[in-house]
Nanobody, 114 residues
């Protein structure tokens, strides 16, 4: 199973970006799709998750600004990021949990700067 993330880049404060992550390979059912991020010198942190039942969870600092969603038919997770702030700058990683295993994408850099 391989995860490929897309959509990072440079955004101005207050701007928007949309990340996507698609899994390929032998995929049966993804229990949880999630996004994590790691800023320079910081530990990786959870941003948002969505279960196969559609339940979502967000870290407090992104609530009301970020929206996670999934398309099971496409084995794809999305992260819509609005009202971006400089402190959102980080490498964003997608994570899929399947049958007790964790799969990670390669990371995509999001930079929020004027």
């Amino acid at each position: 199973v391989q995860l490929q993330a897309f959509g990072g880049g440079l955004a101005q404060p207050g701007g928007s970006l949309r990340l996507s992550c698609t899994a390929s390979g032998s995929i049966f059912s993804v229990d949880v799709m999630g996004w994590y991020r790691q800023a320079p010198g910081q530990q990786r942190e959870l941003v948002a998750t969505v279960t196969n039942f559609g339940y979502t969870n967000y870290r407090d600092s992104v609530k009301g600004r970020f929206t996670i969603s999934r398309d099971n038919a496409k084995n794809t997770a999305y992260l819509q990021m609005n009202s971006l702030k400089p402190e959102d700058t980080a490498v964003y990683y997608c994570n899929f949990k399947m049958v007790g295993y964790d799969y990670w994408g390669q990371g995509t850099l999001v930079t929020v700067s004027s």
